[in-house]
């Protein structure tokens, strides 16, 4: 009889995982699908006003070179597609952000088109998540590489609150897009937890998650107060 019980509440415990192992990877590809469009409000948004007026040019471009970083760990790794597939799409929609910004102008640049000095950085960023998808970098040195991605996160949110609170104002920043990366930020800390249990893609998630809103109260806070000076 005892063994029995044993052997009920290991199949118990294997069913339990398994549902839990497909919930995780469920929602980590619901992650990617959504990721295809998160940042689409705010480059829409830039085109349409013609102007980057109020987003920071060194938040995307820094953030951008986080997401590589990050990227480039998660594929040495060989963790899941579900787990780090965002990290492609947002790469990508960071690039035509700054792209748009660095084109159209705003607080930090003056309008200059796609000229040397844009392909220049490009081109390095480039070059460097090429190397770093190479084997010359060894494990160790990935590890140190993926920690970096942690304040490379915090210096990258900190040009945009700080132009927020010196404007107060957040200008064109999308409402919507900073919405998607907080939602998207929460439910990666689940899934991390769940699929991969890596401590320091944990704390960048965390800490993306609490800047990111920060951000957010930013854009609620001087919309309310744009409202209160109309009245």
Not at 118 to 132: D, E, P, Q
Request: glycine letters at 6%; hydrophobic letters at 40%.
């Amino acid at each position: 009889k005892q063994w029995y019980q044993r052997r009920v509440r290991e199949v118990h415990s294997k069913h339990q995982a398994t549902k839990r192992s497909f919930s995780s990877k469920f929602i980590g590809y619901v992650i990617v699908l959504a990721s295809v469009g998160y940042k689409l409000p705010q480059l829409l948004k830039i085109l349409k006003r013609r102007s980057g007026k109020g987003v920071s040019l060194y938040m995307y471009l820094i953030e951008l070179i986080g997401f590589l970083l990050s990227l480039s760990y998660n594929i040495r790794k060989k963790f899941p597609f579900s787990c780090y597939g965002d990290l492609f799409f947002m790469a990508i929609q960071d690039a035509a952000i700054a792209s748009a910004i660095y084109y159209y102008g705003n607080d930090e640049v003056k309008p200059s088109g796609l000229d040397k000095n844009f392909w220049t950085a490009f081109l390095s960023i480039g070059s460097m998540f090429s190397f770093l998808l190479s084997d010359v970098v060894g494990n160790t040195g990935m590890q140190v590489v993926q920690g970096i991605t942690i304040p490379i996160v915090c210096v990258s949110k900190i040009p945009q609150i700080l132009n927020s609170l010196r404007n107060k104002s957040t200008g064109h920043l999308s409402f919507l897009t900073v919405s998607l990366q907080c939602a998207g930020a929460a439910a990666r800390i689940f899934t991390t937890l769940k699929d991969t249990k890596d401590k320091i893609i944990f704390t960048g998630y965390l800490v993306t998650l609490i800047l990111n809103s920060i951000i957010l109260l930013q854009i609620v806070y001087y919309k309310n107060q744009k409202s209160l000076k109309t009245e």
